[in-house]
């Protein structure tokens, strides 16, 4: 924990600051390139303005950062225009004009750059940093300077959230309203060149696309709000500039551009896994879930079942009994019995055996009710033979719910027998 | 056959578009009248969607032009309301039912202004219109086909317009659902709003419009329904393409020829 | 129709003016690699210098080009096609080994069996060279600051000139010779100015780790941002250690490369006057490439005497 008072340190200070606003902002602008499927764009982007940048070299003859930029701007800015040329214009879909796009620049760059190098012009050396970027020689004009950007940036979205939803979601119709789409698409491109011409000087050309989507890609993980993703990309593209530049920060010899986008592209990685929107871990979660609920359900079932033929529903059942009538493996069985003797609908009777409660009783007739109308119900619209219809009601009994029970009954006029000619049990009116 | 009105709510004069230096629509003359459910119909490929997408606008005129109330689009446009084909629109975007059917309140005169408890009034009512009130939370990649229907429907109810374009609301959509929108389509024409259909099956259409285009690349019938859906018509307008325009239409596409000559 | 061609039209022209723009200033300047004059047999060496030791010994009996300009990164260094016609067209060449011509090793190789190639460095002992990483012999390139050693450099290549062109023997030993004993004079000039430094003093910051040769053989304390090699990464921790070390030991200044960017070293110095110490950029050293051909940083001798007069302008 020594590091934590480093943290005060004035580079420790801006390289935080400046890394912060710049993923911060990046991840905002990325996510809505994302949302308008142009993630692409902005890695190609963030290639070509390598030309831009050589060629405010080559005639200014400096490196000054007010010189480089408007240089890289331009030549991004310029390529935006190519793609959007291209694809409109020819019979090149858009992603081959941005692979298009991407590679003349890129390769005019490093032309450009390989023979400013053969040059021996001495202040040349440096430009190729530009390519991977230094995060960790931010100053505190940087920092400012990012955070100023970052400022913009929120700005334009919090005021303009909602055109901008609707021009990303349906652009026929925001143009048939009468919004000024065009105005508000040169905005976005504006926001977006300069984040990446910003953002290069951090993690460089070649990773600059991470920070621009992998926090989006995150963030859909969490939210289905437009709203609530944008923020939760901002938030989280800043935790992955803060965790990395920090990584940078305790370890020697760690370079802190790659280092967050590691960081980004493992947060990804997490949210796709424990995401609560659509996360492989939750829908794991759901289908055991289902799982338990089937397994109790269908126990109920089994002593409603044993009670049926003479109507002793109370009767206390072995396991053995159980078994016999419906397999369960021995170690399920046994959780089953246990969940169900903790929600009361189950009562121990000493020696392994179990009796229905009088709760128990209510809810095992409540699903037999519902095998038993949805037999009926397919074998009425279905026509299928009443020998097909139980195994689709086993699966279906257990997803039926209260209000689609009732439409049921009322559809079918509250029939008396199933398609195996066994009574429905309807719950007693009370 | 076609049969104009006087003070018509749409009127194309000479519309020609091109897509990719193909002509999809040539000379079409028509007018609409007001306050009817009015149906477009052809085969695939004849032009319908790029007629609707013509008049508001977002495919440019080769030649001709749209007149709406009798004025240009620009100056009527908040009475003008459009219902795109379910399939142009990514469903899977971050939105719930109330935030799309909000959209229709949408002013961009006022581009960062918050939406009113009028607005909020506006949307209720609208959603309740096509049922859908239960359902305002429910994020728009989990609806039904239908479902998304209604939404769209909804939206363009909250817009409050006079003339309502619809690009074949009806695809992909459950018989109930169909059957709930035509009825409210027929309440709104009783409130004296047009409504301009592109249907897609012909098997309905009697019971559903009052007034007719027939088009395939160029108009081949606009008139009162009556008149309009008759056998013969019906032939020219689904009996394939006019050979002689369609190699007319290539040669102008292969050529780069232009549509007219000033241009 | 005209309107989609003047548009076209446009488009086109203003990619054209865009693209030649490039091209154009990419074409101007770079080093001009015709076939020899003269006829002389032509000798070729990576760094500057190599070559202006080549150039001492040799005289007029040889040409000599070097590869890389000044301020040029030999670490980074990607030979061009045309290096590659002037390789070929070599009668000889000399690099100097040891990893320094990192992205040129392939090319080298390949060249190896075709005609003579020698890594000049390599004819040093590894016990005087300083291990980066003993076990997979890789040692530190940066031999030609420690005079001792480059004189050995120097005596291998008198040699191999002498086998080359063996009826120049005499001409190139004599200006061998001539060439140690202004080495030797240099040697003593620098240690006559780096003792004269305080002994708390005496320590040399620099960009990269280009000057460690230079610490051990003249007895002062070297430290740099980056390793051995420029393609070497450092983080937000190394810059903080930096900082702390320029404070603490109260620093006067350090000291950027002609060939590698200020960015890192400056923002060492602010974070140390932000710290409320104040230290000075004291110039621009050379270290892995000499200065403007002409100048007297132009040679091997001038270059050396240039660093080691800013170091002590800097740090007495």
Same mark, same amino acid.
Request: glycine share 8%; proline share 5%; hydrophobic share 45%.
């Given at each position: 924990?020594?590091?934590?008072?480093?943290?005060?340190?004035?580079?420790?200070?801006?390289?935080?600051?400046?890394?912060?606003?710049?993923?911060?902002?990046?991840?905002?602008?990325?996510?809505?390139?994302?949302?308008?499927?142009?993630?692409?764009?902005?890695?190609?982007?963030?290639?070509?303005?390598?030309?831009?940048?050589?060629?405010?070299?080559?005639?200014?003859?400096?490196?000054?950062?007010?010189?480089?930029?408007?240089?890289?701007?331009?030549?991004?800015?310029?390529?935006?225009?190519?793609?959007?040329?291209? *694809?409109?214009?020819?019979?090149?879909?858009?992603?081959?004009?941005?692979?298009?796009?991407? *590679?003349?620049?890129?390769?005019?760059? !490093?032309?450009?750059?390989?023979?400013?190098?053969?040059?021996?012009?001495?202040?040349?050396?440096?430009?190729?940093?530009?390519?991977?970027?230094?995060?960790?020689?931010?100053?505190?004009?940087?920092?400012?300077?990012?955070?100023?950007?970052?400022?913009?940036? /929120?700005?334009? +979205?919090?005021?303009?959230?909602?055109?901008?939803?609707?021009?990303?979601?349906?652009?026929?119709?925001?143009?048939?309203?009468?919004?000024?789409?065009?105005?508000?698409?040169?905005?976005?491109?504006?926001?977006?060149?300069?984040? !990446?011409?910003?953002?290069?000087?951090?993690?460089? +050309? +070649?990773?600059?696309?991470?920070?621009?989507? *992998?926090?989006?890609?995150?963030?859909?993980?969490?939210?289905?709000?437009?709203?609530?993703?944008?923020?939760?990309?901002?938030?989280?593209?800043?935790?992955?500039? /803060?965790?990395?530049?920090?990584?940078?920060? !305790?370890?020697?010899?760690?370079?802190?551009?790659?280092?967050?986008?590691?960081?980004?592209?493992? !947060?990804?990685?997490?949210?796709? /896994?424990?995401?609560?929107?659509?996360?492989?871990?939750?829908?794991?979660?759901?289908?055991?879930?289902?799982?338990?609920?089937?397994?109790?359900?269908?126990?109920?079932?089994? /002593?409603?079942?044993?009670?049926?033929?003479?109507?002793?529903?109370?009767?206390?059942?072995?396991?053995?009994?159980?078994?016999?009538?419906?397999?369960?493996?021995?170690?399920?069985?046994?959780?089953?019995?246990?969940?169900?003797?903790?929600?009361?609908?189950?009562?121990?009777?000493?020696?392994?055996?179990?009796?229905?409660?009088?709760?128990?009783?209510?809810?095992?007739?409540?699903?037999?009710?519902?095998?038993?109308?949805?037999?009926?119900?397919?074998?009425?619209?279905?026509?299928?033979?009443?020998?097909? +219809?139980?195994?689709?009601?086993?699966?279906?009994?257990?997803?039926?719910?209260?209000?689609?029970?009732?439409?049921?009954?009322?559809?079918?006029?509250?029939?008396?027998?199933?398609?195996?000619?066994?009574?429905?049990?309807?719950?007693?009116?009370? | 056959?076609?049969?104009?009105?006087?003070?018509? @709510?749409?009127?194309?004069?000479?519309?020609?578009?091109?897509?990719?230096?193909?002509?999809?629509?040539?000379?079409?003359?028509?007018?609409?009248?007001?306050?009817?459910?009015?149906?477009?119909?052809?085969?695939?490929?004849?032009?319908?969607?790029?007629?609707?997408?013509?008049?508001?606008?977002? @495919?440019?005129?080769?030649?001709?032009?749209?007149?709406?109330?009798?004025?240009?689009?620009?100056?009527?446009?908040?009475?003008?309301?459009?219902?795109?084909?379910?399939?142009?629109?990514?469903?899977?975007?971050?939105?719930?039912?109330?935030?799309?059917?909000?959209?229709?309140?949408?002013?961009?005169?006022?581009?960062?202004?918050?939406?009113?408890?009028?607005?909020?009034?506006?949307?209720?009512?609208?959603?309740?219109?096509?049922?859908?009130?239960?359902?305002?939370?429910?994020?728009?990649?989990?609806?039904?086909?239908?479902?998304?229907?209604?939404?769209?429907?909804?939206?363009?109810?909250?817009?409050?317009?006079?003339?309502?374009?619809?690009?074949?609301?009806?695809?992909?959509?459950?018989?109930?659902?169909?059957?709930?929108?035509?009825?409210?389509?027929?309440?709104?024409?009783?409130?004296?709003?047009?409504?301009?259909?592109?249907?897609?099956?012909?098997?309905?259409?009697?019971?559903?419009?009052?007034?007719?285009?027939?088009?395939?690349?160029?108009?081949?019938?606009?008139?009162?329904?009556?008149?309009?859906?008759?056998?013969?018509?019906?032939?020219?307008?689904?009996?394939?393409?006019?050979?002689?325009?369609?190699?007319?239409?290539?040669?102008?596409?292969?050529?780069?020829?232009?549509?007219?000559?000033?241009? | 129709?005209?309107?989609? %061609?003047?548009?076209?039209?446009?488009?086109?022209?203003?990619?054209?003016?865009?693209?030649?723009?490039?091209?154009?200033?990419?074409?101007?300047?770079?080093?001009?690699?015709?076939?020899?004059?003269?006829?002389?047999?032509?000798?070729?060496?990576?760094?500057? =210098?190599?070559?202006?030791?080549?150039?001492?010994?040799?005289?007029?009996?040889? $040409?000599?080009?070097?590869? =890389?300009?000044?301020?040029?990164?030999?670490?980074?260094?990607?030979?061009?096609?045309?290096?590659?016609?002037?390789?070929?067209?070599?009668?000889?060449?000399?690099?100097?080994? %040891?990893?320094?011509?990192?992205? =040129?090793?392939?090319?080298?190789?390949?060249?190896?069996?075709? #005609?003579?190639?020698?890594?000049?460095?390599?004819?040093?002992?590894?016990?005087?060279?300083?291990?980066?990483?003993?076990?997979? #012999? %890789?040692?530190?390139?940066?031999?030609?600051?420690?005079?001792?050693?480059?004189?050995?450099?120097?005596?291998?290549?008198?040699?191999?000139?002498?086998?080359?062109?063996? $009826?120049?023997?005499?001409?190139?030993?004599?200006?061998?010779?001539?060439?140690?004993?202004?080495?030797?004079?240099?040697?003593?000039?620098?240690? $006559?100015?780096?003792?004269?430094?305080?002994?708390?003093?005496?320590?040399?910051?620099?960009?990269?780790?280009?000057?460690?040769?230079?610490?051990?053989?003249?007895?002062? $304390?070297?430290?740099?941002?980056?390793?051995?090699?420029?393609?070497?990464?450092?983080?937000?921790?190394?810059?903080?250690?930096?900082?702390?070390?320029?404070?603490?030991?109260?620093?006067?200044?350090?000291?950027?490369?002609?060939?590698?960017?200020?960015?890192?070293?400056?923002?060492?110095?602010?974070?140390?006057?932000?710290?409320?110490?104040?230290?000075?950029?004291?110039?621009?050293?050379?270290?892995?490439? =000499?200065?403007?051909?002409?100048?007297?940083?132009?040679?091997?001798?001038?270059?050396?005497?240039?660093?080691?007069?800013?170091?002590?302008?800097?740090?007495?």
């Amino acid at each position: 924990m020594e590091f934590l008072p480093d943290l005060l340190d004035p580079n420790a200070r801006w390289v935080m600051l400046g890394v912060m606003a710049i993923c911060a902002s990046s991840a905002t602008i990325g996510s809505l390139t994302l949302l308008r499927k142009q993630a692409l764009v902005g890695d190609a982007i963030s290639h070509s303005i390598l030309p831009g940048v050589c060629l405010a070299f080559l005639i200014f003859e400096t490196k000054a950062f007010w010189v480089l930029l408007p240089g890289a701007f331009v030549s991004g800015w310029i390529s935006l225009r190519f793609i959007d040329w291209i *694809s409109q214009n020819s019979r090149i879909k858009s992603d081959t004009a941005i692979a298009l796009v991407l *590679s003349i620049f890129y390769g005019l760059g !490093i032309l450009m750059l390989t023979s400013i190098q053969h040059s021996g012009n001495a202040a040349q050396s440096g430009l190729d940093k530009f390519l991977f970027g230094k995060a960790a020689a931010l100053m505190e004009q940087d920092g400012y300077t990012f955070l100023v950007f970052g400022a913009f940036v /929120f700005l334009f +979205v919090s005021l303009l959230y909602r055109p901008l939803r609707l021009l990303i979601f349906d652009r026929d119709f925001a143009l048939t309203t009468g919004f000024p789409v065009f105005a508000l698409e040169l905005l976005l491109s504006v926001f977006t060149v300069s984040a !990446i011409a910003m953002g290069i000087q951090a993690v460089g +050309v +070649v990773l600059m696309a991470a920070l621009l989507i *992998s926090p989006g890609i995150a963030a859909k993980y969490w939210t289905s709000d437009f709203r609530v993703m944008l923020f939760t990309s901002a938030i989280l593209g800043a935790s992955g500039g /803060f965790l990395g530049a920090g990584i940078s920060l !305790i370890w020697p010899k760690m370079p802190t551009g790659p280092w967050i986008v590691l960081i980004l592209s493992l !947060i990804a990685l997490i949210s796709a /896994f424990l995401g609560t929107r659509k996360g492989v871990l939750r829908q794991y979660w759901m289908h055991k879930q289902n799982q338990i609920k089937i397994l109790e359900e269908n126990i109920l079932k089994c /002593f409603y079942h044993l009670g049926e033929p003479d109507a002793s529903y109370e009767q206390k059942r072995s396991r053995e009994e159980i078994q016999a009538r419906r397999h369960f493996p021995p170690s399920r069985l046994n959780m089953g019995l246990k969940r169900l003797g903790r929600k009361g609908l189950l009562a121990s009777q000493g020696g392994g055996a179990c009796s229905l409660t009088e709760q128990g009783i209510q809810e095992a007739r409540r699903i037999i009710r519902v095998h038993r109308l949805w037999e009926i119900y397919i074998s009425k619209y279905m026509h299928l033979a009443s020998d097909h +219809v139980h195994e689709d009601a086993e699966a279906i009994e257990h997803i039926i719910t209260p209000e689609l029970e009732k439409e049921l009954e009322h559809q079918l006029e509250y029939p008396i027998k199933d398609p195996h000619d066994q009574n429905i049990p309807y719950a007693p009116k009370k | 056959m076609v049969e104009n009105v006087e003070n018509p @709510v749409l009127e194309l004069h000479n519309v020609t578009v091109a897509y990719q230096r193909k002509p999809v629509l040539w000379n079409i003359d028509l007018t609409a009248p007001s306050g009817k459910l009015i149906g477009v119909i052809g085969p695939n490929g004849s032009g319908k969607t790029t007629m609707i997408k013509g008049i508001l606008g977002l @495919v440019p005129l080769s030649s001709g032009y749209v007149k709406l109330f009798d004025q240009n689009l620009d100056a009527v446009r908040q009475k003008v309301s459009y219902v795109p084909q379910r399939g142009s629109v990514d469903w899977d975007f971050p939105a719930s039912v109330w935030d799309v059917v909000m959209m229709g309140r949408a002013n961009p005169k006022n581009i960062w202004g918050r939406y009113t408890p009028e607005d909020w009034d506006i949307v209720e009512r609208c959603l309740a219109e096509v049922n859908m009130e239960g359902f305002r939370k429910r994020q728009i990649s989990e609806l039904s086909g239908g479902q998304q229907q209604r939404v769209f429907l909804a939206r363009a109810l909250a817009q409050e317009a006079d003339l309502y374009l619809m690009d074949e609301p009806f695809v992909g959509v459950d018989a109930a659902t169909e059957r709930a929108i035509v009825k409210l389509l027929k309440n709104m024409r009783a409130q004296g709003k047009t409504i301009l259909v592109v249907h897609h099956d012909l098997q309905t259409v009697s019971e559903y419009f009052d007034w007719l285009v027939l088009l395939n690349t160029r108009l081949v019938a606009s008139g009162p329904l009556a008149k309009v859906f008759q056998t013969d018509l019906l032939y020219e307008t689904y009996g394939g393409k006019l050979n002689i325009l369609s190699k007319v239409g290539d040669l102008i596409q292969a050529r780069q020829h232009p549509m007219r000559e000033s241009s | 129709m005209q309107r989609f %061609l003047r548009k076209t039209y446009a488009i086109g022209l203003k990619c054209l003016g865009f693209f030649s723009i490039c091209f154009l200033w990419t074409c101007t300047g770079g080093p001009p690699s015709g076939p020899s004059e003269d006829g002389l047999p032509l000798i070729v060496a990576t760094t500057g =210098m190599i070559a202006d030791g080549i150039r001492n010994i040799a005289g007029d009996r040889l $040409e000599v080009r070097a590869l =890389m300009g000044p301020g040029v990164d030999p670490h980074l260094y990607k030979a061009s096609r045309d290096d590659l016609r002037l390789f070929r067209e070599a009668d000889m060449i000399f690099y100097n080994g %040891l990893h320094l011509e990192g992205k =040129m090793a392939e090319v080298l190789g390949k060249l190896g069996r075709e #005609k003579k190639v020698v890594p000049v460095a390599e004819v040093i002992s590894p016990e005087r060279l300083i291990p980066v990483n003993p076990d997979e #012999k %890789l040692y530190d390139p940066h031999v030609w600051f420690d005079i001792p050693l480059w004189k050995q450099v120097v005596e291998e290549i008198s040699l191999e000139l002498q086998a080359f062109d063996p $009826e120049g023997k005499e001409v190139y030993q004599g200006r061998a010779a001539q060439y140690q004993a202004s080495l030797d004079s240099l040697d003593r000039y620098i240690r $006559e100015k780096i003792d004269s430094i305080p002994q708390e003093r005496r320590v040399l910051i620099t960009a990269h780790d280009a000057f460690t040769y230079f610490g051990k053989a003249y007895q002062i $304390e070297v430290k740099a941002l980056q390793g051995i090699s420029t393609l070497s990464e450092f983080g937000l921790r190394d810059v903080l250690d930096m900082v702390n070390f320029i404070v603490d030991r109260k620093i006067k200044a350090v000291f950027v490369e002609t060939s590698i960017p200020r960015k890192s070293l400056e923002a060492v110095v602010e974070g140390c006057r932000e710290k409320g110490h104040e230290v000075v950029i004291g110039g621009a050293l050379y270290s892995d490439a =000499m200065g403007e051909k002409g100048s007297p940083e132009g040679t091997y001798t001038g270059m050396v005497r240039y660093n080691v007069n800013t170091i002590y302008q800097s740090l007495r």
